[in-house]
């Protein structure tokens, strides 16, 4: 049986969590304690292996402890678990008030991509922008979330991208289809698609502050709805789709 990357980072956390060296056999025994189905030899050529990359080193008998290049990648890896689990976390919508959060969070960052990428955006990122807003309506809702993303994307700003396909995930399409039906119930649908194209126009015209200010008044228009659209009685309809949309 091979070694995973999993049981590499489980070791590594575990080393550096324990005192003094460990042992296969210990180190065995804390993996299957965390549901890895893994025998000793396995452990044994995973714990060769992380000594031929020079993150443990033998002590003979009593075990490995991690080098110092073998602490630096563990506490790596504790930041990147823990990052995305901050993430996870946020995209984890539960309620009203939750779906209202993440659009008044996606305000804030959507407004610079708008205004960086009418700054910086590339001739072919532009043509992109303006193929998916050609045509509107109901069938579009991967073109809307497309375009979302590649605003963010054509930010040229890696801050903004870094957070943008972290907030854009592939699991948002289903968000993206709760926040069409809301648009269909409030007859908002067709200003949403011509918002699209005012902020495609500015982005084209290299207009950051009218890039900045239309993306604002997008999204402002989207909590609105949303929040009327449950204000109206709809409360537990998004309770319900967001429950059925497993993000995490
Ligand atoms: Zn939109």
Do not use: C
Request: negative net charge; aromatic residues 4%; without cysteine.
């Amino acid at each position: 049986m091979r070694h995973t990357p999993a049981m590499e980072s489980a070791i590594l956390a575990v080393m550096s969590d324990h005192q003094g060296p460990v042992g296969a056999r210990a180190a065995a025994r804390y993996l299957r304690e965390r549901g890895f189905d893994v025998s000793e030899s396995t452990v044994s050529r995973l714990l060769t292996d992380l000594d031929e990359r020079a993150l443990t080193r033998s002590l003979g008998k009593k075990g490995r402890i991690l080098t110092e290049e073998g602490v630096r990648v563990a506490a790596n890896q504790q930041l990147d678990s823990e990052r995305a689990s901050y993430f996870a976390d946020a995209l984890n919508l539960r309620d009203v008030h939750d779906l209202v959060d993440h659009l008044a969070g996606r305000r804030g960052i959507e407004r610079e991509a708008a205004r960086a990428a009418a700054l910086r955006a590339r001739p072919e990122e532009l043509a992109d922008l303006r193929a998916m807003v050609e045509t509107g309506g109901e069938a579009r809702w991967r073109e809307r979330l497309a375009f979302h993303k590649t605003i963010g994307h054509a930010s040229h700003n890696k801050q903004i991208q870094a957070i943008t396909t972290s907030l854009f995930d592939d699991r948002l399409e289903l968000l993206e289809r709760l926040l069409m039906m809301i648009g269909v119930k409030q007859d908002a649908l067709a200003r949403w698609d011509q918002e699209h194209r005012d902020i495609v126009a500015s982005i084209s015209d290299r207009d950051a502050d009218g890039a900045e200010r239309l993306m604002v008044v997008h999204l402002d228009g989207m909590i609105r709805e949303t929040e009327q659209f449950a204000n109206s009685g709809n409360a537990h309809v998004i309770h319900t789709l967001l429950a059925e949309i497993d993000l995490a």
